[in-house]
């Protein structure tokens, strides 16, 4: 019987020809080969690294980052050693030699500056690719991985998982352990045919077995041997909400590691893999963290200097626009006071902080369109690709609004509201928002107390909107 996965390569090949990649085998020297999937033909786009993890080859583990950001990144997607077709004959095991090799290998395809993305075990090689090559690596996001792999994160992540090493559960022998494998590193593992595991475990993991043991044994370090470097690139960590492998604990120990310095967004009802659990919603996040956009320490010098500046002077307000309201005929930037910062966890379960902006008045006849941001230095070059975009409020009919976002806005004909973590600005005492009109029109935007940011219980999508379909009025 054929084999599944050979069957899928082919076509998935094709695909990535088709998004503008091809195949390339790199010599580093004589011995040590590395299969990249680059780019086809020569770009000055941004170039984009993916490693992958301790399981399936690059292009397997990457497939939907590759085929949804190929056409604005240069992307490059190496396997590394003895995964895929990437071989060496030398007898080092190491991360820093995978990376020495990543690197030496980029700098032979021409790139001389990169954001790095690495999954577990991946990711472990990023970080020591930003270490030894500070000039190469720009940037990083980290996906379900640590710094290193100490005594005590192996200790803690086998005891979550359940097994008695990382060899049992990353090289399986039996169509049982790629089950497991698999239904470890997934929140929610969709039903698969025992074939398709059968395939996997012949294609994946009959090959090299000896040497992942011996990479898998260069990997833990000793707990008294660690120190972690003074990384000077900007780093994101974006991870799966429900691993148990490296859970949300590891990830804010990393940022503990990383001295506050990485930002975090958690992808919830996603386990290890989630680039490929929640591949949509994962490229969303990165899309946002790759786009350029005014990095966090000089945003915050700006804003802190705003807020020496007279609150009405040109068009900079407090949250209360007067009973008069204000016309939204240009750029309209507010400043909010939040009631707490630094919630608890506990007060962020019990209570949710939103941002509301009240009393937004539209004619029924009128079209109405305008983008929403947050801490924003800048609104001449933003567009909804920066991470400062919270939304966009659109009426195109009476009572009727459609929203151009995710559940970052929610609702409705009276109120736009926002989710304050969702926009990392949960650790700020002020907010700035800023509305920018689409329309040639003005718009008459709000009333008196227009504003606020205000805490109240959780409450589903649904419950939310049919609350507001019961208070709501006739829009003016």
Same mark, same amino acid.
């Given at each position: ?327 939204? =005929?240009?750029?309209? #930037? %507010?400043?909010?006071? +939040? ?7 506990? &007060?962020?379960? $019990?209570? /949710? ?96 107390? =227009?504003?606020?940011? #205000? %805490?109240?219980?959780? +409450? ?7 609350? &507001?379909?019961? $208070?709501? /009025?006739?829009?003016?």
């Amino acid at each position: 019987m054929v084999n599944t996965l050979s069957l899928y390569k082919p076509l998935l090949h094709g695909l990535m020809k088709l998004a503008g990649m091809n195949r390339k085998v790199v010599e580093i020297e004589s011995g040590t080969a590395i299969n990249f999937w680059v780019p086809s033909d020569e770009t000055t786009k941004p170039a984009v690294v993916f490693l992958h993890g301790f399981g399936f080859d690059g292009i397997l583990t990457w497939q939907f980052q590759v085929l949804a950001l190929a056409n604005k990144y240069a992307v490059y997607v190496p396997d590394l050693l003895f995964f895929g077709d990437s071989t060496t004959d030398k007898s080092e095991r190491s991360p820093a030699f995978q990376a020495e090799c990543m690197a030496k290998c980029l700098q032979k395809l021409g790139v001389e500056k990169c954001t790095l993305v690495g999954l577990s075990y991946g990711g472990m090689v990023g970080f020591k690719m930003a270490e030894i090559y500070p000039n190469l690596v720009d940037s990083m996001v980290i996906t379900c991985s640590v710094m290193a792999l100490t005594e005590s994160i192996t200790r803690d992540g086998l005891q979550r998982i359940g097994f008695p090493s990382w060899a049992q559960y990353l090289i399986p022998e039996t169509v049982e352990g790629v089950k497991t494998l698999l239904d470890v590193a997934f929140y929610k593992l969709p039903w698969i045919p025992n074939f398709i595991y059968k395939d996997i475990l012949e294609a994946m993991y009959f090959d090299h077995r000896k040497e992942r043991h011996e990479l898998l044994e260069d990997l833990i370090v000793k707990d008294k041997n660690f120190t972690a470097p003074n990384f000077t690139q900007r780093i994101h960590l974006l991870w799966g909400g429900d691993d148990i492998i490296f859970d949300k604990t590891e990830a804010r120990n990393l940022i503990e590691l990383l001295q506050g310095k990485a930002t975090l967004h958690c992808i919830e009802r996603a386990g290890h893999l989630v680039e490929l659990e929640r591949p949509f919603v994962y490229n969303r996040q990165l899309k946002k963290i790759l786009a350029p956009s005014v990095p966090l320490e000089v945003t915050r010098n700006v804003l802190k200097t705003r807020q020496n500046v007279k609150l009405q002077r040109n068009n900079i307000l407090s949250s209360n626009f007067s009973s008069h309201g204000r016309f939204l =005929d240009s750029t309209l #930037r %507010t400043r909010v006071n +939040r009631p707490k910062v630094r919630r608890t966890k506990k &007060e962020k379960d $019990e209570e /949710e902080e939103i941002l509301v902006v009240h009393g937004i008045a539209v004619p029924e006849e009128r079209y109405v369109k305008f983008d929403v941001y947050v801490n924003v230095v800048n609104e001449t070059i933003m567009n909804p690709r920066f991470r400062e975009f919270a939304g966009t409020f659109v009426h195109i009919d009476p009572g009727v609004i459609r929203v151009a976002r995710e559940a970052i806005l929610k609702l409705s004909e009276r109120r736009l509201i926002l989710s304050l973590e969702d926009l990392e600005a949960d650790g700020d005492d002020i907010i700035w928002v800023t509305s920018v009109s689409r329309m040639k029109r003005a718009l008459h935007a709000c009333k008196s107390e =227009d504003t606020e940011v #205000r %805490t109240e219980e959780p +409450r589903s999508l649904t419950e939310e909107l049919r609350t &507001e379909e019961e $208070e709501s /009025e006739p829009v003016t």
